[in-house]
């Protein structure tokens, strides 16, 4: 199935190379979870703050189960800080 993934700010740079702006089309396992696809990119946990799959925000202790279904668009940020 395809997912497609974007990831904003600083964490652009744990996409990969070939990708186009700040997302990439990504081929998934049927029975794939929120969880495994974040860690599949090896971004540090305490930069992985609001998550947004079809740009609903999944909580923290609901992404390692939450299954992701053919057309999905999970998007992450990173903490933001300003003044």
Same mark, same amino acid.
């Not at 997302?23 to 049927?30: G, Q, R, W």
């Given at each position: 199935m395809k997912v497609t993934f974007k990831l904003? %700010?600083?964490? !652009?740079?744990?996409?990969?190379?070939?990708?186009?702006?700040?997302?990439?089309?990504?081929?998934? %396992?049927?029975? !794939?979870v929120l969880g495994e696809l974040i860690a599949h990119f090896n971004m540090p946990p305490k930069l992985v703050h609001l998550v947004l799959v079809n740009g609903i925000y999944v909580e923290p202790s609901d992404r390692a189960g939450r299954k992701l279904v053919d057309g999905d668009v999970v998007a992450i940020w990173p903490p933001v800080a300003g003044g």
């Open positions: 904003f %700010a600083s964490l !652009t740079d744990y996409l990969p190379p070939e990708r186009k702006y700040n997302a990439i089309e990504l081929e998934v %396992a049927t029975d !794939t």
